[in-house]
């Protein structure tokens, strides 16, 4: 199979806060020459380190994934990356000037809506593919995940999640191709459970978080006085449990 390499096609940025951090930031997808990658600048960092997006570069998957350099790391990566692959994108510099990617509304969509404006462009240099030629698993008994990665001419993605609750159930999705990555599962948002909340604050983490930047789930019971105690912490009026089990304001 051969398929040319793509950039985006001019300068576009983002900006919303992080997740974990509460930090406000800045990214802005640039051009890039072929077979660059993708790559994170530091520009708040002197001497604006580059970060390649590499898995020997991961420091971090403590809920969200962090890559690291030397000193400079970026953290909660994956939406944005997520974007950048789905676009059909190959070769991208991402400026960033602070710790962590913006969370914005928990999706991709945010960052898909930004290179749409710009579009990409092809290069003079055919894409380089892994090729699976052998059937690949990996399992954690702890964790309850398993992957499996099967020889497949092309692309295609099947997921199934279930956390034993009767609010989400089984679900499962399928990607059948990056191209239908924008309309089918860029607007896939971040969630998490109520009961959860308390223990990522104690923490440190979701510090930026709130009801605009995830969907909160209510699997099991909470005394009143706890979901007071979580109003106060995220700033948020005063909360109620719709029929799906979603948390939502009143």
Do not use: W
């Amino acid at each position: 199979m051969s398929k040319q390499q793509h950039t985006i096609a001019g300068e576009v940025s983002v900006s919303g806060k992080g997740l974990h951090s509460s930090a406000p930031t800045t990214v802005t997808f640039c051009p890039a020459e072929v077979n660059t990658g993708y790559r994170f600048v530091r520009e708040d960092i002197e001497g604006t380190p580059e970060i390649p997006v590499d898995v020997k570069n991961v420091v971090s998957t403590d809920r969200g994934t962090t890559i690291g350099k030397g000193e400079a790391t970026v953290s909660t990566i994956e939406h944005t990356l997520a974007a950048i692959s789905g676009s059909g994108i190959d070769n991208c510099i991402i400026k960033i000037d602070g710790p962590e990617c913006p969370i914005m509304d928990g999706s991709s969509k945010a960052f898909i809506d930004a290179i749409a404006k710009v579009g990409t462009v092809q290069q003079d240099a055919e894409i380089s593919y892994f090729t699976v030629t052998d059937t690949i698993e990996y399992s954690d008994p702890d964790k309850g995940i398993e992957i499996m990665v099967l020889p497949y001419d092309g692309f295609k993605v099947t997921a199934m999640i279930d956390y034993n609750t009767d609010v989400l159930g089984c679900q499962f999705a399928e990607l059948n191709g990056i191209e239908d990555f924008p309309t089918e599962i860029a607007d896939s948002r971040t969630f998490v459970f109520l009961h959860e909340l308390e223990p990522l604050l104690d923490l440190g983490l979701i510090k930026g978080g709130d009801l605009a930047s995830a969907v909160v789930y209510v699997s099991q019971g909470i005394p009143e006085e706890k979901i007071d105690q979580l109003c106060k912490a995220f700033d948020q009026p005063r909360l109620e449990v719709q029929g799906n089990g979603v948390l939502n304001n009143t």
